[in-house]
């Protein structure tokens, strides 16, 4: 299988509150991992990529962070959200050292 | 020169018309080029992808068009449906960096 978990499905949480979504994915080692956050009728904005484990790229400066403790888990973390964080969270990996990028079904986050 | 022009925004066809989304882009390094599929609270979903060296490619009644002079590529939906309507986004990637530049997207509605 090469599924890819995100959860939570959807997420409530109070401005100023920390943040953790989870991505895991199955399958093939070493994968290529990615975070993007869609707000809503809009496109998609990539967040952070990842090359292999403790290896973090940062696309945009904002008050997230991104850690891979293991080959095929990604975390999206925050210490204190903003009510902008409200969107929708996509994991997506690829195969290997393969281009294509696939989605998981996505995180919900508002912020009130 | 990182963006991916798409349009139009939003789209209407009747039943079995073949709606036309296109794209353009600047970075002449760009080698890849992807078509997502996206419904409402889903992650996108791969579609169609190309790369340059050919002008065209067919994946049932999916058809990317490219026009490696013009920097432009274009998805034509044939005998579409009403189960297309959905948001479909192109993408631009080159093998030497692991990210991928998304269009706007364009929301597509076909009516019964």
């Known amino acids: 299988s090469q599924t890819i978990h995100q959860w939570p499905a959807t997420l409530v949480q109070p401005v100023g509150s920390p943040l953790s979504l989870e991505c895991t994915v199955e399958?093939?080692?070493?994968?290529?991992l990615y975070w993007y956050r869609q707000a809503a009728g809009r496109g998609l904005q990539l967040l952070f990529y990842s090359v292999g484990i403790g290896q973090i790229s940062s696309e945009v400066p904002q008050n997230l962070s991104a850690s891979r403790p293991q080959d095929r888990q990604f975390i999206l973390s925050s210490k204190k959200l903003l009510l902008s964080d409200s969107g929708f969270y996509l994991c997506?990996?690829?195969w290997g050292s393969g281009e294509t990028q696939y989605f998981g079904p996505g995180t919900r986050l508002l912020v009130l | 020169q990182q963006q991916v022009k798409q349009s139009p925004q939003s789209l209407i066809v009747q039943k079995g018309g073949i709606p036309i989304i296109n794209c353009a882009y600047e970075n002449t390094a760009f080698d890849y080029f992807p078509w997502y599929q996206q419904f409402p609270g889903k992650g996108p979903a791969l579609l169609i992808a190309?790369?340059?060296?050919?002008s065209e490619k067919k994946e049932g009644r999916f058809t990317i068009s490219f026009n490696k002079s013009a920097k432009q590529f274009s998805l034509h939906i044939m005998d579409s449906q009403p189960g297309d309507s959905a948001t479909y986004f192109c993408?631009?990637?080159?093998?030497?960096?692991?990210?991928?530049?998304f269009g706007t997207g364009t929301r597509l509605k076909v009516l019964a």
């Open positions: 399958g093939t080692s070493n994968p290529n």
């Open positions: 997506a990996r690829t």
């Open positions: 993408a631009a990637s080159d093998s030497g960096t692991y990210k991928y530049i």
């Open positions: 190309i790369r340059p060296d050919v």
